[in-house]
């Protein structure tokens, strides 16, 4: 997933170039969004990767001994 993160960062900072070029006020507005919302993005996938927790074998609870 971060790998992909980071083309679709690179693609954006391409647009956003050519919208400031080009003069597209509005592109670039929402460019910047998208970004920020990507960056959110990857942050949180960095922190869940980073995690992990132990969550153990599960056991069979043990059966009451039954006098005969």
Known sequence: MLPRLDELET???AR???AEHEGWLGEIEGIDLTLTFLRQKREQAQRHR???VALGLPTR???PKTSS
Do not use: F, V, Y
């Open 11 to 13: 693609d954006l900072t």
């Open 16 to 18: 956003r170039s050519r």
């Open 61 to 63: 609870p043990s059966m």
């Open 50 to 52: 980073r995690t992990t």
